[in-house]
């Protein structure tokens, strides 16, 4: 463990530990102030706010899913709900989101979970050089290529909005 690993909450270590086990190279910072939105995220990382991919939990027919979204946009739910082929699709409540990620709304990574979660993964973050995602805590992120999201999620790339 580096000592820049070792300095990050817990929470984020674990992701960093996913983040190294799947090969890549990104490195998990923590910032001076919150970046539980893509804004503040945008903000802290000086970076367009379409760059920022926001984890966000839901429940498609009552199981979790997790969608890697682009900050320029809000997911359009009849949109994910014909994606993914589920009945209906809602957003999952704050405890339920922190019970199956083991992280709190605004610092959820796209791994790092106690089990794995099924992943999809807005295309339009495919328009960035660099994605921005959380590391488990509101206070630290990580950069990858979209390339490296796919991989290290394994992620089916969807389009969640017509922006």
């Avoid at 270590?13 to 804004?39: M, Y």
Wanted: charged residues 20%; hydrophobic residues 50%.
């Amino acid at each position: 463990m580096t000592e820049q690993t070792a300095s990050l909450p817990e929470r984020s270590r674990i992701v960093q530990e996913h983040v190294r086990a799947a090969g890549l190279s990104s490195q998990v910072r923590e910032l001076p102030d919150s970046a539980r939105t893509a804004a503040e995220a945008a903000a802290a990382l000086d970076c367009e706010v379409g760059a920022i991919g926001s984890s966000l939990l839901f429940l498609a027919d009552g199981e979790p899913l997790l969608v890697m979204t682009s900050g320029r946009h809000r997911v359009d739910i009849a949109l994910l709900t014909a994606a993914v082929g589920a009945e209906t699709v809602a957003m999952a409540p704050a405890a339920t989101v922190r019970e199956v990620t083991g992280q709190a709304i605004g610092g959820v990574a796209p791994v790092g979970h106690p089990a794995p979660v099924r992943t999809f993964i807005d295309a339009a973050l495919r328009d960035y050089d660099v994605v921005w995602t959380a590391g488990g805590t509101p206070h630290t992120v990580m950069p990858m290529t979209f390339d490296e999201l796919v991989s290290l999620t394994g992620g089916a790339v969807i389009v969640v909005a017509a922006d």
